[in-house]
């Protein structure tokens, strides 16, 4: 048993299974061993994308690597970049693409909201040389899952040729996504959110348009060049030393997902989350997301007036071995974030909600008698 209940929307905790492939002894990266596991991973990512046509390059970097990559792959300098933005995951992405001197136009929304279609539309159709879009699908600051095959179909509506880059950090895995039925052109995830493995690997899907956009594309890139990990990969190999401890672990992961099955573990992330917000409804929090978009993978709600965010999550971890995240930017100090995505049951939530009522009783008692 683990001795944290780690509920960090990322990194998570790894199932017996994952931390034994983990202590394997090195193999030749450029060896038949290697090559097998490189494409049972691959084959692995197809299945819980649930893609046949799309091609899977998997990165040695944590999932901002992967977002680099969208933009140096797919932009060049100038190119115009629509960026809908629900919090801080969405600005790291505008952040990037300046970095890169792309141009970016980022459309923002108040915390706890999705993206609004209409703005979405209305923005593309303000300027016809937006080329390409980029949405956040589950925005982990806020704990709010967009619509997102309802903005793919209004970004198709509007401009049928852009290209649709997709943040899937925090979603692939555990939600229900569907690059090609959705006409998403690239859908980034992370390893240590909801796959059961450390941090350390990205994984892209790429859409025929991406790759034909990907050819045309000027910005430079070398570590993280598509084309470099897609010739590679024919061979069974990546271009640069992989995290190979971190392959043998995404490995047993997905061989775990395939033993639960692709829908039952969607079904079980709603059914967590669902009990999650009835419990911090009952315990009399605020929750931050709109119901209607509440994300299935991180559970976000205010703290309390007169409570503050870092002695209750201290508190939380000291006494009861309860990990909870904080809020990001702006939300500082206002929230905190519950993750359970990954290896996580309904016991690991009843742990976290008794030690907040406990928790938040006692610190309710102590303020009433103080009065
Ligand atoms: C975790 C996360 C990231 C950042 O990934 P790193 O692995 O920390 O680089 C980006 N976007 C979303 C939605 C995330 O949840």
């Known amino acids: 048993m683990a001795s944290q209940n780690l509920r960090t929307p990322g990194p998570t905790p790894l199932p017996p299974a994952v931390r034994e492939a983990l202590a394997r002894d090195m ?121 997102l095959r309802d903005l793919a179909a209004a970004v198709r509506a509007t401009r049928p040729e852009a290209l649709l880059l997709v943040d899937g950090i925090s979603s692939v895995s555990s939600v229900e996504i569907r690059p090609e039925d959705w006409d998403l052109d690239v859908v980034v ?50 271009p640069w030393t992989p995290a190979v401890s971190l392959f043998y672990a995404l490995q047993v992961g997905l061989q775990l997902m395939r033993e639960e099955g692709l829908q039952q573990i969607f079904a079980r992330h709603q059914r967590l989350a669902k009990f999650t917000r009835e419990g911090l409804s009952e315990l009399d929090l605020r929750l931050l997301a709109d119901p209607r978009f509440a994300s299935p993978t991180v559970t976000t709600a205010y703290l309390p007036d007169g409570i503050s965010g ?48 406990l928790e938040l009783n006692s610190v309710r008692a102590t303020a009433t008698a103080g009065r």
């Not at 038949?32 to 799309?54: I, R, T």
């Not at 899977?56 to 190119?79: F, K, R």
């Not at 892209?204 to 045309?216: F, G, L």
């Not at 990001?328 to 939530?349: A, C, P, Y």
Request: some cysteine; hydrophobic content about 40%; overall charge negative.
């Open 27 to 147: 193999v030749n990266h450029r060896g038949p061993e290697f090559a097998a596991v490189l494409n049972d991973c691959v084959e692995g990512l197809k299945w819980a994308y649930q893609v046949s046509e799309h091609d899977m390059v998997i990165l040695t970097a944590s999932g901002t690597g992967g977002l680099e990559s969208l933009v140096a792959n797919t932009l060049s300098p100038g190119d115009k970049l629509l960026v809908a933005s629900i919090g801080n995951f969405g600005e790291r992405m505008g952040q990037i693409a300046r970095t890169f001197e792309v141009d970016v136009t980022q459309l923002d929304f108040q915390p706890g909201n999705p993206v609004d279609p209409q703005r979405l539309e209305d923005a593309l159709r303000e300027d016809p040389d937006i080329g390409t879009v980029f949405i956040t699908h589950n925005e982990t600051s806020t704990g709010v899952l967009n619509p």
């Open 189 to 238: 995830a992370g390893s240590q959110k909801g796959w059961m493995v450390p941090p350390g690997l990205a994984f892209v899907s790429i859409s025929p348009r991406a790759w034909e956009r990907q050819s045309q594309a000027k910005l430079p890139r070398f570590y993280f060049d598509w084309r470099a990990a897609q010739k590679s990969a024919q061979n069974g190999e990546t």
């Open 310 to 357: 870092k002695g209750l999550l201290r508190t939380l971890d000291e006494r009861y071995g309860v990990v909870l995240a904080g809020g990001q930017g702006n939300l500082s100090g206002k929230i905190f974030r519950i993750g359970h995505m990954g290896w996580v049951t309904e016991d690991d939530l009843s742990a976290v909600l008794s030690a907040l009522k």
